[in-house]
C-alpha cells in the first residue's frame, strides 16, 4: 500500500561532506520504505518524519529534482548526491513507476556524481545509466585527485545468516541474491562496497560473525565496509525499539534482557560497545585486506 504527495524541495544539501559516504547531498525518491526492515532507524526518529507507516510516493520528484540541480550546477556546486539516506530507492513498486531512474537522468544530465545504497536487486535495472554517471560525472575540487569514479555503489547487510535476514529484513533482496548483485557491479567497473549497518547485538556482531560477513564481502567484490551499529527509537507500536523488542521478544527471547540492558535510556549501545565494535571491524578488514573507508588512504 502507498500514497501520493508533492514536495516542494527533494534535494537536501548537507552542511558538511558525510565523510563516511562521501555525500554532500541526499535525495530520498519516497517517504518511508517498502522494504520493512524491522530495525530501521526512520521509525521514530526524526529522519523519518511523522508518518513511516505507509511508503509515500514523491509524485513531482523528478521536476523539482531538475530544478534544484540545474541551479546547483549553474553555480558549479558539484558534490556527491546520496540516492537512499532514509528510504530504500528500489522497493518493489518503482519497477513499475520508475521514479528513482528519472531521477537518476536528471542526475547524469547535470553532471553530478551519485552514492546509491539499496538492498534490492532491482538496482541491476540501471546499470546501463549508472555507468554512464559514472563516466560524465564531474567530482567535487577536493576529491578529484582522490577517487576515480562518479558513482559509488553501496549495498546494505545486517547480517550473512540467510534465517536471520527472513526475520529482521523481510522486504529485501536474499542475502545471496544482494551478494551476487554485487558481484555484478565489481565485474562491470563500478566501485563498490558494503554497508555492515546495523550490526545486530548478540546476533551479528560477534567476531565469529565479523570474520564471516567481511570474508563474505570481500570474496563478492566488495572494496570496502562500512560498519555501524544498531540504534533503536521511539517507544510507538510502529516505532523501531518496540518493533526491535518485539521481534526478540518473539524469536530469541533469551536476548532481549540483554539488549534492553546494553541500551539503557540511550538510542545508542554504550560508547564502550560502539569502540570495541569499531576496533574488531578494523582488525578484522585489515585481515581480508578490505578497507574501512571509501577512499583509499
Not at 541491476?124 to 564531474?138: G, H, M, Q, S
Request: hydrophobic share 35%; net charge positive; proline share 4%.
Amino acid at each position: 500500500m502507498y500514497m501520493e504527495t508533492k514536495v516542494k524541495s527533494i534535494l537536501n544539501r548537507l552542511k558538511i561532506r558525510d565523510n563516511w559516504f562521501l555525500v554532500d547531498y541526499s535525495v530520498n525518491p519516497f517517504m518511508g520504505c517498502a522494504l520493512n526492515c524491522i530495525y530501521c532507524y526512520i521509525h521514530g526518529s526524526k529522519y523519518g518524519g511523522e508518518d513511516t507507516s505507509n511508503l509515500k510516493i514523491k509524485t513531482n520528484a523528478a521536476e523539482v529534482l531538475y530544478r534544484q540541480l540545474k541551479n546547483r550546477a549553474k553555480k558549479r556546486e558539484y558534490g556527491f548526491v546520496g540516492l537512499g539516506s532514509s528510504t530504500d530507492p528500489y522497493p518493489p513498486i518503482e519497477e513499475d513507476l520508475q521514479i528513482t531512474r528519472e531521477l537518476l537522468k536528471i542526475i547524469y544530465r547535470f553532471k553530478f556524481p551519485v552514492n546509491v545504497t539499496s538492498k534490492s536487486t532491482l538496482i541491476l535495472r540501471d546499470l546501463d545509466l549508472l555507468r554512464k554517471i559514472d563516466e560524465k560525472a564531474i567530482l567535487p575540487e577536493n576529491l578529484k585527485n582522490k577517487l576515480k569514479h562518479g558513482v559509488i555503489v553501496s549495498f546494505s547487510f545486517s547480517t550473512v545468516d540467510p534465517y536471520l535476514a527472513g526475520i529482521f529484513e523481510p522486504g529485501a533482496s536474499t542475502v545471496e541474491e544482494r551478494l551476487e548483485t554485487m558481484k555484478k557491479f565489481k565485474q562491470e567497473g563500478f566501485l563498490v562496497g558494503a554497508n555492515l549497518m546495523p550490526l545486530l547485538p548478540f546476533l551479528s556482531d560477534s567476531e565469529e560473525d565479523l570474520d564471516k560477513m567481511i570474508g563474505k564481502m570481500k570474496e563478492y567484490g566488495a572494496e570496502f565496509v562500512l560498519v555501524g551499529g544498531l540504534t533503536l527509537f521511539g517507544d510507538k507500536k510502529s516505532d523501531c525499539k518496540v518493533r526491535y523488542y518485539n521481534a526478540l521478544k518473539e524469536h530469541f527471547p533469551d536476548l532481549l534482557r540483554p539488549t534492553k540492558e546494553l541500551f539503557g535510556n540511550s538510542f545508542a549501545p554504550s560508547r564502550t560497545y560502539q569502540h570495541k565494535l569499531a576496533v574488531l571491524s578494523r582488525k578484522i578488514a585489515s585481515k581480508h585486506n578490505i578497507r574501512t573507508n571509501i577512499l583509499e588512504k
